[in-house]
């Protein structure tokens, strides 16, 4: 079954990328596989998906120590700074830095251990107040901040866009992303790319595809529905 669902997302994605003029090789998918089992991430990854995505940090840990083959793990909720140091040299990109403090927290564990942490900055375009994230009006000014810390870069911009029956409604929140990040790359900051745009999912990756979206989180419709109840 997961077979069959991990082809239609892929197949999704191509046709997404072939109506707005896009290489599939610049949208890489993230199989979110939070709450699944190991033998959920095992037999995806025996697909030939390499990237997971976890929201938690001990069950990211968990899975990084059981899974034997090379994973690309990313870390894509929320942060706390005191969990920093467990994932800092285990994780591909961290999706969700949203204050300095965590930053700065990032890169003195990044310093401690000699390696270089990718990040993204996440914002909050929708101002929901149940997400995390900054504002866009206060991105430039963390960009400018993060840039000049030792050992972790910036990469691009993260985003959630709010849970919406049509995926067209999100459009706009994407698109605001985007142009964010064009504005910072014009801005030429040392140390800070914003080559990636991690949005879209389940729900809505096809549009975010269509607005520019680098990565996709995508979980249930991989993966099935969650059961946050066992
Ligand atoms: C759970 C989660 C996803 C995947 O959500 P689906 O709707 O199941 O695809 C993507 N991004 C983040 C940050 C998540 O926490």
């Not at 072939?18 to 890489?28: A, M, Q």
């Not at 949203?98 to 914002?123: N, Y």
Request: glycine share 4%; aromatic share 4%.
């Amino acid at each position: 079954m997961l077979k069959e669902q991990l082809e239609d997302v892929k197949k999704r994605i191509a046709e997404a990328c072939e109506r707005s003029g896009r290489s599939i090789d610049d949208v890489t998918l993230i199989a979110v596989s939070k709450t699944k089992p190991l033998s959920d991430v095992e037999e995806v990854l025996d697909l030939g998906t390499k990237e997971f995505g976890e929201n938690k940090v001990q069950e990211l840990v968990d899975k990084y120590e059981h899974i034997k083959e090379p994973v690309n793990w990313h870390m894509i909720g929320h942060l706390q700074t005191n969990k920093v140091k467990y994932i800092v040299d285990k994780v591909k990109l961290i999706h969700s830095v949203d204050s300095l403090k965590l930053a700065e927290t990032i890169s003195k564990e990044a310093v401690k251990r000699d390696v270089s942490v990718d990040v993204l900055i996440e914002v909050n375009v929708a101002e929901e107040e149940s997400k995390f994230g900054i504002k866009l009006d206060e991105v430039v000014s963390l960009v400018k901040s993060v840039s000049a810390l030792p050992n972790i870069c910036i990469k691009g911009l993260m985003t959630i866009a709010p849970f919406v029956d049509d995926p067209e409604d999100n459009r706009e929140v994407f698109r605001s992303l985007h142009d964010m990040a064009s504005e910072i790359e014009a801005l030429n900051i040392p140390n800070v790319s914003m080559k990636e745009l991690s949005m879209g999912m389940t729900n809505d990756f096809e549009v975010a595809i269509e607005e520019g979206a680098t990565y996709v989180r995508v979980g249930t419709a991989i993966f099935g529905t969650r059961n946050y109840n066992i």
